[in-house]
C-alpha cells in the first residue's frame, strides 16, 4: 500500500524587522550557511529568500534580535494542522506512559522562566550578567516565559533597573548587609531558596571566579545538573536547555542535557556572548525577599579586601578593544617587548597563548583560549601563534583577526582576516614604525595648520 506523502514541518524565512538592525559589523552574513546575506550601504542585511534555508542561525546570532522568521499565511496554515496532529499524537503517548514518566513529567512541568544571576561587587555588576540576559532573552522567548534577573547584595537595588534595561521583565531582589561581601553560604542558600519558592527552569551565571563557585554550591544543594563554560546555549522542543561547551580538550563540541533534573543550570564565561542592546526606558517588577540568616551562620568572615596587584595595573584583556597576542614564536620572554610597543602605538593590550604562558614568559592574566580569557576585541593580532583550536575558541569572536606567522600552513590564518606570511622579527617592529610614523606626519600637520 502506498505511504501518505509526508507534509514537511515549513522553515520559514528570515526577514529583517524595520529599523531595528544596529549595522553590529555583519554577523548575520558570517553565520549565514548559505551565502544568503549581502549587507547594503548602511551595514543592514539584504536577505536573499530563494536561497534563505530558514535555519535561523542570522536570527540567533543577531545581537539586536533585529531579524524573524517569515511564514506565508500558507505557510502559517501548515503549522498549526501539524501542531494539532502532534498533540493529539502527544495525548495519545501520554496515555502510554508509566506511572514514573509520568510523575517525572509532573515534577518537570512544576519549573518555568529563564533566570540570569547578576554577579556583582561593591555594587558594580559584571559585565557577564547583561550578556546572559541577550542570551537568556532568546531562551525565554522560545519557551514563552518571563526572563528574570537574581539579584543578591547590599543596597544593590539600582542593579534591578539595570537588569530591566538589558531585558528583565523581574528581579527577584535580596538585599541585606550580611551579603555586602560575597560569600559561597549566604549566596547559594539565598537562591536556593529563590529556586525552592518560584521553580526556574532555567539559571544562568557567569563562569567566572565567583560565579564558578556559586554554581557549583547551589547544583550541588539543589541536586541538579550544571554544564560550565558553556558556548552555545539553545531549546529543544521539549524545553530542554542544549548547553554546548568544548570537550576532549577542545577537539569537539558536546551538547549537554539535564533530563530529569530542574532548574538545568549553565555557566558562560565572560564575553562569549553578545552584549543585547541597552533600553533606557524599560521597567519590571521588583520581588523582594529576605534571608533566613544571621552573621552567626556563616563561618567565613571577611576581614579585608585587597585588589589583585596585577589587575590593578594591566588594562584586563577581556575589556581590551586592541589586543596584540604572542605566541612560541616569540622565541623569549624579552620579545615580548616588541608587542608591547606595537600595544602602546594601538592604545591596546598584549595577550598571549598558553605555550607562552607555561614558558614563563608572561603571566597567565595574558592568556587567551580555553583554559585563559575570552576575548572580542576589535582588533585581534597573532604573532607567532599557531592556532591550535583551544587558542582559536577564545578570540574567534574577534571584530578582525589579523595573523603573523612564518608558517604558511599555520591553521590561524583559516580564520584570520587578514594573514601576513613571514618573519614577526621584521614585521612586528616595521608596523610599529610605521604608525609611529603616520603619527608623527599627522602632528606635524596639525601644528602647521
Ligand atoms: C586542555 C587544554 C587546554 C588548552 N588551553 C589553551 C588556551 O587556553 N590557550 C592556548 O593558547 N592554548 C591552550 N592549549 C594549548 C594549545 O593546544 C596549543 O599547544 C597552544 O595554543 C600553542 O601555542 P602557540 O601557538 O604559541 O605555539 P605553537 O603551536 O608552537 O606555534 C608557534 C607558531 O609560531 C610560528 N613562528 C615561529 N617563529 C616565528 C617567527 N619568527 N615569525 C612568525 N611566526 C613564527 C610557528 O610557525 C608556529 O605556527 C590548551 C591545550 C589543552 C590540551
Known amino acids: 500500500m502506498e505511504q501518505p506523502k509526508k507534509i514537511r514541518r ?8 524595520p529599523n531595528a538592525c544596529i549595522a553590529c559589523g555583519a554577523r548575520c552574513q558570517s ?56 498533540s493529539t499524537q502527544a495525548e495519545d503517548q501520554e496515555e502510554q506512559l508509566t506511572p514514573e514518566e509520568i510523575e517525572l513529567n509532573a515534577y518537570l512541568d512544576g519549573f518555568r522562566g529563564v533566570w540570569v544571576f547578576v554577579e556583582q561587587t561593591d555594587g558594580t555588576a559584571a559585565k557577564v550578567a547583561w550578556e546572559l540576559l541577550g542570551a537568556g532573552a532568546k531562551l525565554a522567548s522560545s519557551l514563552d516565559v518571563e526572563l528574570c534577573a537574581i539579584v543578591l547584595g547590599d543596597g544593590v537595588e539600582n542593579l534591578c533597573q539595570e537588569a530591566f534595561r538589558f531585558g528583565a521583565t523581574k528581579a527577584y531582589l535580596i538585599d541585606d548587609p550580611l551579603l555586602r561581601h560575597y560569600r559561597t553560604k549566604p549566596y547559594a ?92 526606558k524599560a521597567s519590571g517588577e521588583i520581588v523582594r525577599e529576605s534571608i533566613n540568616l544571621t552573621e552567626a551562620d556563616i563561618p567565613t568572615k571577611v576581614l579585608e579586601v585587597i585588589l589583585d596587584a596585577n589587575q590593578a595595573d594591566d588594562q584586563d584583556i577581556g575589556e581590551a578593544e586592541f589586543i596584540i597576542s604572542g605566541g612560541r614564536g616569540l622565541l623569549d620572554k624579552q620579545n615580548f617587548q616588541l608587542l608591547r610597543e606595537l600595544a602602546d602605538e594601538l592604545g591596546g593590550v598584549v595577550g598571549s597563548s598558553r605555550s607562552a604562558v607555561d614558558a614563563g614568559w608572561i603571566d597567565v592574566e595574558h592568556q587567551v583560549g580555553q583554559t585563559g580569557k575570552t576575548v572580542r576585541p576589535k582588533v585581534y593580532i597573532a604573532c607567532g601563534i599557531s592556532g591550535a583550536i583551544q587558542h582559536l575558541v577564545g578570540m574567534q569572536d574577534a571584530d578582525l583577526i589579523i595573523a603573523i606567522n612564518r608558517d604558511p600552513e599555520a591553521p590561524i590564518f583559516e580564520i584570520a582576516d587578514y594573514g601576513i606570511v613571514g618573519d614577526l622579527f621584521e614585521i612586528v617592529p616595521a608596523i610599529t614604525q610605521s604608525i609611529r610614523r603616520a603619527k608623527a606626519a599627522q602632528d606635524q600637520q596639525s601644528h602647521s595648520l
Open 189 to 280: 542558600e539565598g537562591i536556593c531558596a529563590l529556586v525552592d519558592r518560584y521553580k526556574p527552569e532555567i539559571v544562568l551565571m557567569g563562569a567566572t571566579g565567583l560565579g564558578r563557585d556559586l554554581a557549583g554550591a547551589v547544583a550541588t544543594h539543589l541536586k541538579t545538573g550544571l554544564t560550565a563554560d558553556c558556548t552555545g546555549l539553545d531549546v529543544d522542543e521539549k524545553r530542554q536547555l542544549l548547553q554546548t561547551r568544548p570537550a576532549f580538550g577542545g577537539n569537539i563540541m558536546a551538547t549537554i542535557f539535564c533530563e530529569k533534573r530542574r532548574p538545568q543550570m549553565a555557566s558562560v564565561r565572560p564575553h562569549v556572548m553578545p552584549m543585547p542592546c541597552r533600553d533606557e
Open 31 to 86: 553565520s549565514c550557511p548559505t551565502d544568503a546575506i549581502t549587507m547594503n550601504d548602511k551595514g543592514e542585511p539584504i536577505i536573499d529568500t530563494k536561497t534563505c534555508i530558514g535555519c535561523q542561525q542570522c536570527v540567533k546570532v543577531c545581537p539586536a534580535q533585529a531579524l524573524e522568521l517569515y511564514f506565508t499565511p500558507e505557510e502559517l496554515k501548515i503549522i498549526a494542522e501539524l501542531d494539532d496532529a502532534s
Open 10 to 17: 515549513p522553515r520559514g524565512k528570515a526577514a529583517l524587522i
